[in-house]
């Protein structure tokens, strides 16, 4: 099992161009693997650069669905262009760690946050995200993708 090292940052608040679509957990990797090609061709396009590796940020729904808001982060807001729109990733106090390993394997990094959260006497404050540091295609074995979980939070 991996030991998740956690890291305390104070970000501000960054611009995105996302995506989204609300789907069961099995369908989110095709769907993002499809998207963030999408996404980077509209920002080229229009002559906006992502300033950051790609993201998902997930929002748990009913029934074993999320909302999930993909895409890159940008120096400012952008234009919306067919499904592409402007978000934010929220500003503020988070805790962070990198998974190593496949996807589905993430869920210590999860409990890691959130145990280090609760054990200093601090709550969850928003839907964590997932930046993708190692891309998949450049990097086909699973057990080498590098991929960093951030949870905002707050201390009582």
Request: hydrophobic share 40%; aromatic share 8%.
């Amino acid at each position: 099992m991996q030991i998740h090292e956690i890291r305390l940052h104070n970000r501000n608040e960054q611009p995105t161009a996302v995506v989204e679509a609300t789907l069961p957990v099995a369908q989110i990797g095709p769907w993002l693997g499809r998207h963030y090609g999408t996404i980077a061709e509209v920002l080229a396009a229009h002559g906006w650069a992502p300033t950051g590796p790609p993201f998902a940020r997930y929002h748990p729904e009913a029934e074993g669905r999320f909302r999930v808001e993909a895409g890159f982060p940008v120096a400012t807001a952008i234009e919306p262009v067919d499904d592409v729109h402007p978000s934010t990733l929220p500003g503020g106090p988070v805790a962070d760690t990198v998974h190593i390993g496949p996807y589905d394997a993430m869920e210590s990094a999860y409990g890691a946050l959130a145990s280090w959260v609760h054990e200093h006497d601090g709550e969850l404050a928003g839907d964590a995200w997932e930046i993708y540091l190692t891309s998949p295609a450049e990097q086909p074995d699973p057990g080498t993708w590098r991929t960093e979980v951030v949870q905002p939070y707050r201390i009582h």
